[in-house]
């Protein structure tokens, strides 16, 4: 089946008790034994749940994974991928991955001797350089957050499998419908579906797709261990989130499209970060490994802190928050929302200026939208 029937029908459905065509929500801690050392299939629900369950089996084959977990939000599911390492493993990743996610490895994890070292994904060199006899896992984002770089997923695939890495992709920004990374042998794919899988900012949730047993046995085990699971509820609103992602990708990428164009003509835009534009530097690769260019636009302001400011209090439609991927359009300030936990000197360092702005297109009108950011950048 393809994509947009998968997003509606995978998994068990209807509902084998009741033939409820809606996911029912299985609301419940505990699960009745029919025997001693008998189940029907849940016990616990931190374990398995079989609202939870519908909702995994659904991501891992928009995926094309083997399996998929639910979690509670997209750090928990970070958090956990990452204890598959040990004290004494070394990861490379993006020096301009979610600053989340650089929060996580480098004030958390280092604290119990896992190392990272973070380049610059544009090149076979740099990840090369990178990588020291003790080197597990190569954790990759892309379009990656907020400047929308492109990582050629088949070169660092290939760099991966030749030292004998583990690969992880955060594929949050581009969702299983614009990107699909285990066509290119990625091993574990990991989302926020706090963003656009759920796509109506009301839930927190994560998921981590695998492609063996031997991975899928290993995550189900420290999801366990370390009670990071989605709840029923948050599981439900996801499921029904999915639904509709492929009509709402393709409506936030052309919402996407119209506003990088008029953005690029404005005299008060210095720099358009969209993946879709001829002039990004990542365009040709995303055109042949995604099959979209996502929903975010980034920009940079002509002038200061000043003309930034005014732009980020003008703005009346786009509403100035942290997250992506709903149905609402979004404004982000990176330097001080999503990348205030990245230290000023490493912001610097990968681009992330005082002067950006990122937005999340939602599915509004497009006109409505470029009215709302020309009258801003006016203000500007
Ligand atoms: C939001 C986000 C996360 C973290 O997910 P939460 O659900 O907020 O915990 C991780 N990676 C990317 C790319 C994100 O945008």
């Known amino acids: 089946m393809e994509f ?31 025997d001693i050392g008998k189940t029907r299939g849940f016990d616990y629900s931190r374990t398995g749940n079989p609202t939870r369950k519908i909702l995994e089996d659904t991501i891992a084959s928009l995926e094309g994974g083997k399996a998929a977990f639910a979690f509670a939000t997209g750090m928990a599911a970070e958090t956990t991928v990452i204890h598959l390492l040990s004290a004494g493993d070394h990861v490379v990743t993006g020096d301009d991955i979610y600053g989340g996610t650089y929060r996580l490895f480098q004030d958390v994890m280092t604290r119990f001797g896992v190392e990272f070292t973070f380049v610059r994904m544009d090149s076979r060199r740099n990840i090369e350089a990178a990588i020291r006899p003790n080197t597990r896992l190569l954790w990759l984002e892309t379009p990656s957050n907020p400047l929308l770089n492109i990582v050629d997923l088949e070169m660092a695939v290939d760099v991966a499998k030749k030292h004998n890495l583990l690969t992880a992709i955060d594929n949050t920004f581009a969702s299983p419908y614009f990107l699909k990374p285990i066509e290119f042998g990625i091993d574990l794919v990991v989302h926020s579906t706090t963003k656009y899988l759920n796509g109506h900012c009301d839930v927190l949730g994560g998921a981590v797709v695998t492609t063996t047993d031997n991975l899928t046995e290993r995550v189900h085990f420290l999801l366990n261990a370390m009670g990071t699971p989605a ?65 975010m636009v980034s920009f940079e302001i002509n002038g200061g802190e000043k003309e930034t400011n005014t732009f980020l209090r003008s703005i009346k439609l786009f509403v100035l928050a942290e997250s992506l991927g709903g149905a609402a359009s979004l404004c982000a300030h990176p330097a001080t929302m999503t990348h205030a936990s990245m ?38």
């Open 231 to 295: 709840s029923p509820f948050d599981s439900w609103l996801v499921l029904r989130g999915i639904e509709t992602l492929p009509i709402r990708m393709e409506r936030h990428q052309a919402n996407a499209f119209a506003v990088a164009d008029f953005l690029g003509g404005h005299p008060a835009v210095k720099k358009v970060y969209f993946p879709g534009l001829e002039s990004h530097p990542g365009h040709d690769i995303a055109r042949r490994q995604m099959k979209g260019f996502g929903g």
């Open 4 to 34: 947009e029937t998968l997003a509606i029908h995978a998994g068990e459905r209807p509902d084998k008790t009741y033939g409820a065509v809606a996911v029912p929500i299985y609301q419940t801690s505990t699960f009745a034994f029919e």
């Open 343 to 380: 230290p000023e000197e490493h912001r610097r360092k990968v681009g992330i200026t005082t002067e950006l702005v990122r937005l999340s297109i939602g599915l509004e009108n497009p006109g409505d939208l470029i009215e709302d950011l020309k009258q801003a950048l006016e203000s500007s």
